[in-house]
């Protein structure tokens, strides 16, 4: 849960500030940090969109209110009416502790770990299987020495 909410206030804080940086040049950016979103994302974490709490928004009102945010150069849309109220309403503290009772009784609840169903250790195990001197070429390639990136 920290690691998402400090990935999710870098992206907001991100967008923010390339939304008002570009802005002189045309360039729109919306940042739109989406409520639960009934994804398979749901299902990959154990949740029946009918036990939860607020029934998740579909994924096609969520892109069209994303896509009208970016048209009008809105620096941030809150998709659904029911999300944003509750975003203006609600403490972030309680925003956080619903969050984290709704993961805990699913990570409870779970008897494996919630991950991509691979071992975390396939990958080392895959690399220790090579010979030595096939391990160089699993590094990444040396970048060409007279790239440039040109300036916006």
Not at 32 to 49: Q, S
Not at 73 to 101: D, E, H, W, Y
Not at 110 to 126: K, M, N
């Amino acid at each position: 849960m920290a690691n998402d909410g400090g990935a999710k206030a870098y992206v907001h804080s991100l967008g923010e500030a390339l939304h008002y940086e570009f802005k002189s040049r045309g360039v729109h950016v919306t940042v739109v940090p989406p409520a639960p979103t009934n994804t398979p994302v749901l299902a990959k974490f154990g949740f029946e969109i009918r036990t939860m709490p607020m029934k998740p928004m579909t994924v096609e009102q969520c892109v069209s209110e994303g896509l009208t945010a970016l048209r009008e150069n809105r620096s941030r849309i809150i998709p659904g009416r029911l999300n944003r109220i509750m975003n203006a309403v609600v403490p972030a503290s309680v925003k956080r502790t619903m969050t984290a009772k709704m993961f805990g009784k699913r990570l409870r609840a779970s008897p494996q770990p919630l991950t991509s169903g691979r071992r975390p250790d396939t990958d080392t195990q895959r690399i220790e299987a090579v010979e030595p001197w096939e391990k160089q070429s699993l590094s990444a390639p040396e970048p060409p020495k007279n790239s440039a990136i040109p300036a916006i």
